[in-house]
């Protein structure tokens, strides 16, 4: 089950469709705009200013299911990788339960009145994204079992509501892929109502031109669809593209669009975004730019033996599972093309054997497994 798609389970309930609401949320035009900035802000590593939105929000909706959701919501992008952070993902979870509490109390255990199920499906799908890159897939699977009722009455809604769009695409897309990709959740995917990968990615991108919120949702699924299971990324470049430029201060959003534009051959328009990587020197982002340089060496410049320092530093930072894993990955395969060209055979298929521990990247995984035949 796709993990990616949760912010939308909010948005929908924020942008208003018509639903009959019990807070003055929907009603309030004010609120909505002062919201969506404040979405705008997280997006844009802005926090300061999302603090002060969330502060609004709080005072004149206190108790609601939003109030906890938005403050998760910042969590997961301010302290990333949230499943990481010893100090906060305790409160990150406390967050996500309060929500599902408040729901509870304002609509009642199981309603189905629609904000409830938004608001439950965005709980659970948050805490489904946690489990899903701890690599517990039982209990990722588990969460998306507990919310399916819930979203297949929101996949009967596309049509009332551009927004929609996200979710069906997301839902079409991966419960085909996700078993796909994991055998071990296959057994529990027959309970799921059947999907389509073609229209999901149709869904996808039509919600990036007429949805509002959910479009950098939409743009960002699809570029890192099209570079892991599609091995398509002069498309993910036009996602990517869309990201940075509305956004750039998010160091995801840009690293992403750098790897777009390397792997899709621009590699003069990935050297001048390069800079911007470099500054990032905590966390796991300088394994980002050290595999950006050995790419840029190896492919553009044609130096072996600068890539290869550049693959090996970016080895020797402990990869996350989340964002830098397949970084990895694609480090050991540029390692392993250079010792091939070298002469090296047997330190070829060593570095490949490694490469394919970590790979999840179809195009990776295809190149590893065919010079290993």
């Given at each position: 089950m796709p993990v990616r798609y949760v912010l939308f389970f909010?948005?929908?309930?924020?942008?208003?469709?018509?639903?009959?609401?019990?807070?003055?949320?929907?009603?309030?035009?004010?609120?909505?705009?002062?919201?969506?900035?404040?979405?705008?802000?997280?997006?844009?590593?802005?926090?300061?200013?999302?603090?002060?939105?969330?502060?609004?929000?709080?005072?004149?909706?206190?108790?609601?299911?939003?109030?906890?959701?938005?403050?998760?919501?910042?969590?997961?992008?301010?302290?990333?990788?949230?499943?990481?952070?010893?100090?906060?993902?305790?409160?990150?979870?406390?967050?996500?339960?309060?929500?599902?509490?408040?729901?509870?109390?304002?609509?009642?255990?199981?309603?189905?009145?629609?904000?409830?199920?938004?608001?439950?499906?965005?709980?659970?799908?948050?805490?489904?994204?946690?489990?899903?890159?701890?690599?517990?897939?039982?209990?990722?699977?588990?969460?998306?079992?507990?919310?399916?009722?819930?979203?297949?009455?929101?996949?009967?809604?596309?049509?009332?509501?551009?927004?929609?769009?996200?979710?069906?695409?997301?839902?079409?897309?991966?419960?085909?892929?996700?078993?796909?990709?994991?055998?071990?959740?296959?057994?529990?995917?027959?309970?799921?109502?059947?999907?389509?990968?073609?229209?999901?990615?149709?869904?996808?991108?039509?919600?990036?031109?007429?949805?509002?919120?959910?479009?950098?949702?939409?743009?960002?699924?699809?570029?890192?669809?099209?570079?892991d299971h599609e091995s398509r990324p002069d498309l993910a470049v036009k996602y990517t593209t869309q990201l940075t430029s509305a956004y750039p201060k998010n160091p995801i959003f840009r690293m992403i669009h750098v790897q777009s534009l390397l792997l899709a051959g621009r590699y003069a328009e990935a050297e001048r975004e390069l800079p911007e990587l470099r500054k990032l020197t905590n966390g796991f982002f300088p394994i980002t730019w050290h595999f950006f340089d050995g790419y840029l060496q190896e492919k553009k410049h044609r130096n072996d033996i600068a890539a290869q320092n550049q693959y090996l530093a970016a080895l020797k930072i402990p990869h996350d599972a989340q964002y830098t894993k397949e970084y990895h990955a694609m480090a050991y395969a540029g390692l392993a093309r250079i010792a091939d060209r070298s002469g090296n055979q047997k330190k070829a298929r060593e570095y490949y054997k490694k490469c394919l521990d970590l790979a999840q990247y179809k195009s990776v995984i295809r190149e590893a497994k065919e010079y290993l035949k």
């Open positions: 909010l948005v929908i309930f924020l942008t208003g469709i018509g639903f009959p609401a019990r807070t003055q949320i929907l009603d309030d035009k004010a609120t909505m705009r002062v919201v969506q900035q404040g979405i705008d802000h997280i997006y844009n590593y802005e926090f300061g200013e999302a603090d002060a939105v969330r502060r609004q929000l709080q005072s004149r909706y206190p108790g609601h299911p939003v109030t906890y959701f938005i403050t998760a919501f910042q969590m997961y992008w301010q302290y990333l990788p949230i499943k990481d952070n010893k100090a906060k993902v305790g409160e990150y979870i406390r967050q996500l339960d309060q929500c599902l509490a408040a729901v509870e109390k304002q609509y009642g255990k199981n309603s189905e009145h629609p904000e409830a199920v938004f608001f439950r499906l965005a709980a659970r799908g948050y805490l489904a994204l946690m489990y899903n890159y701890q690599n517990e897939l039982l209990k990722a699977a588990g969460e998306g079992q507990k919310a399916y009722g819930n979203l297949t009455e929101a996949l009967k809604l596309t049509d009332q509501n551009p927004e929609f769009l996200f979710v069906a695409g997301t839902y079409n897309y991966y419960v085909e892929a996700y078993p796909e990709d994991h055998a071990i959740v296959r057994p529990l995917m027959i309970f799921f109502k059947d999907g389509n990968k073609s229209l999901g990615l149709r869904q996808l991108d039509l919600a990036t031109r007429k949805a509002v919120i959910t479009k950098v949702e939409a743009a960002y699924f699809l570029a890192q669809t099209y570079l």
